[in-house]
């Protein structure tokens, strides 16, 4: 209802209010008459007259009125033709909604709030929640939000060919932004939030329905299916994390890995070529194939991460790159490549970059280095789950190093 009343009314806030009032309309109304034969109809047809009846007491919109009369006529029409695809516009009334949610002149958590709030169906509420900030906060950023669309006059509408890639990124880029915060909370004290991953992974099977053709939408429904699959396993009975080597794969989700890899398959038989979330899914692919961690084919990681950097340029990337050189051909050869990083301008505060040197230094026997590492990277870290995780690896290092010195010091004979 929303996605069609924002189409022809291109006001966000007025679409969202009229389906409000049509729903209470029914409220009102339905138990005195019954629910009607198609109840979607009839909320979209009172919501419709309710804008044409707002629309003439404004008297500066005689354009939309006239618009808002041919679609109901439009829709009448089509209820009394059994062949009719309604289908077919609530499909196309989604996807333009999705790509207006979604617009590059709303900043990224805009973004992904008013996608929550409109197409997730969660509430303020349970947003402001799963993002740790107060809910008058989320409430005031979900109005600019709407607001903004409003004063750019945004139109309600699927971009043309020469843009069409362009907005898909921002969409799809909204969608895996809301995953990853459900996936590796970025703050507060739960390492996961599923009900965001949840809610990512329902928008990803929404976008691959209305763009079917579209090989990175499949791609970004495997990626997430086949993350999301190692949930269970990530955590322990008190909610601390496991790192993948460590957890338990008989706990993986083997029905999400299925899909996933399917998802997968659908981007490959697209041919054409794989993106940077096919890419990333096939990354995952490579974990989810392994029985056991021991199995891994890292060598393909390190090949399939070689092709992403050079997609992306991205040095987050870079640094995955260096895990899985580290992986297949020794701790040294994945430090080589951190160290041609430390000083990259991206990475400033970035904890991971730390972690993973001190995790490599750890390998090659350099507890002291690798203890402050982890030091460091606990300082930065936000979420108090990893912190935790970093400095516990921390000490561990530094009892490793006290354990070696003990052994190499003179005996009192």
Not at 156 to 179: A, K
Not at 189 to 213: F, N, Q, T
Not at 278 to 291: D, K, M, T
Request: charged share 25%; with cysteine; glycine share 8%.
């Amino acid at each position: 209802m929303i996605a069609g009343l924002a189409r022809t009314t291109r006001d966000l806030g007025l679409a969202e209010d009229l389906a409000q009032e049509a729903l209470v309309a029914a409220l009102e109304a339905w138990p005195r008459t019954g629910i009607p034969d198609n109840p979607g109809a009839w909320l979209t047809a009172t919501a419709k007259r309710r804008a044409i009846d707002l629309f003439r007491r404004t008297a500066t919109l005689e354009r939309k009125h006239e618009i808002l009369a041919h679609e109901l006529e439009r829709d009448a029409a089509a209820a009394a033709d059994p062949l009719a695809r309604i289908d077919d516009v609530v499909d196309d009334d989604l996807l333009r909604l999705v790509f207006a949610t979604c617009h590059p002149v709303l900043a990224p958590a805009a973004r992904a709030a008013l996608t929550l709030r409109l197409l997730g169906g969660l509430t303020t509420a349970e947003i402001a929640r799963a993002y740790l900030v107060p809910e008058p906060t989320m409430a005031q950023r979900i109005v600019r939000a709407k607001r903004t669309l409003a004063d750019a006059d945004v139109p309600f509408e699927v971009p043309g060919h020469d843009q069409l890639e362009e907005r898909l990124g921002s969409v799809l880029g909204v969608v895996y932004l809301i995953f990853n915060e459900g996936y590796a909370a970025t703050a507060g004290g739960d390492w996961m939030r599923l009900d965001l991953c949840r809610e990512a992974m329902r928008l990803g099977r929404i976008l691959a329905g209305l763009a079917p053709d579209e090989a990175e939408v499949h791609g970004l429904v495997a990626l997430m299916e086949l993350q999301a699959s190692r949930a269970r396993a990530r955590v322990d009975p008190t909610g601390a994390p496991i790192l993948l080597l460590d957890q338990d794969r008989t706990r993986w989700d083997r029905t999400l890995i299925r899909h996933g890899l399917r998802a997968l398959a659908r981007a490959e038989a697209l041919g054409s070529g794989l993106g940077s979330y096919g890419l990333q899914a096939s990354i995952a692919a490579c974990h989810a194939r392994a029985p056991v961690a021991e199995e891994t084919d890292w060598v393909r990681i390190a090949a399939l991460y070689e092709a992403l950097a050079r997609l992306t340029r991205s040095p987050v990337v870079e640094l995955n790159r260096a895990v899985a050189l580290g992986m297949a051909f020794g701790p040294a050869a994945g430090l080589e490549l951190v160290e041609q990083l430390v000083d990259e301008p991206a990475l400033r505060g970035y904890h991971l970059l730390p972690s993973v040197r001190g995790d490599l230094l750890e390998k090659l026997g350099r507890m002291a280095e690798a203890g402050a590492e982890f030091e460091r990277a606990a300082a930065m870290a936000g979420n108090d789950r990893e912190r935790t995780l970093l400095r516990e690896r921390a000490a561990a290092c530094a009892g490793e190093r006290r354990l070696l010195t003990s052994r190499d010091a003179p005996s009192a004979a």
